[in-house]
């Protein structure tokens, strides 16, 4: 199976690794689907969301991957056809671009796959600030997607599903819902 390519051959299914919202809103059709993880990257709320969770003139923050040597970062890993990519550009497409990774699928078995990133200095990128300051952010925001306490409740919950632990998201969470 896959999609052709301009000399007629297959392109074969890629991985795609999802630390985010494509963790918890798969709104794509995939193969397969797998716990998997990088390593050498942290998952931070540094990213503007200026067409989900927010909107251009008052910036919701999602999720973006930072280099975080020796760190290992948990996510969903679909394994999708080559044309669903087109999809995926478009809904990810506020500063993010297709990077190559090595995966680690349900924790034994490494694959080669592809996560979107939105790089330090994308013209979207916030970066950090104190937590009470991207608490307030995520507590007002709201966008095409939704609200932007929603993203964070969700993407809170289905790391707990997953067994991760992220020290950072819990701890946003922990300041949005507690104040
Ligand atoms: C991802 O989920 O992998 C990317 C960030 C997002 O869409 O929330």
Known sequence: MGSATEDGSAQAPVWVFGYGSLIWRPDFPFLERRPATVTGWARRFWQGS????????APGRVVTLVPA?????IGMAYRIEH?????????????????????????????DGVVYIAP?????????????EMARQIRR???PSG??????????????????????VFALERAVLEN
Do not use: Q, W
């Not at 200026?50 to 003139?57: L, S």
């Not at 040597?69 to 970062?73: H, K, N």
């Open 141 to 143: 925001s709201a966008g």
């Open 147 to 168: 609200n932007n306490v929603d993203y964070l409740v969700e993407l809170a919950d289905a790391l707990r599903a997953l067994g991760a632990r992220d020290a950072h």
């Open 83 to 111: 044309a669903v990519f087109d999809h995926l550009d478009y809904r990810e497409k506020n500063g993010y671009e297709r990077v190559a990774v090595s995966l680690t699928l349900d924790g034994t078995e490494i694959a």
């Open 50 to 57: 200026h067409d989900h969770r927010g909107v251009p003139d």
């Open 120 to 132: 330090v200095g994308n013209h979207a990128f916030l970066g950090d600030a104190p937590m009470e």
């Open 69 to 73: 040597p020796g760190e290992t970062c």
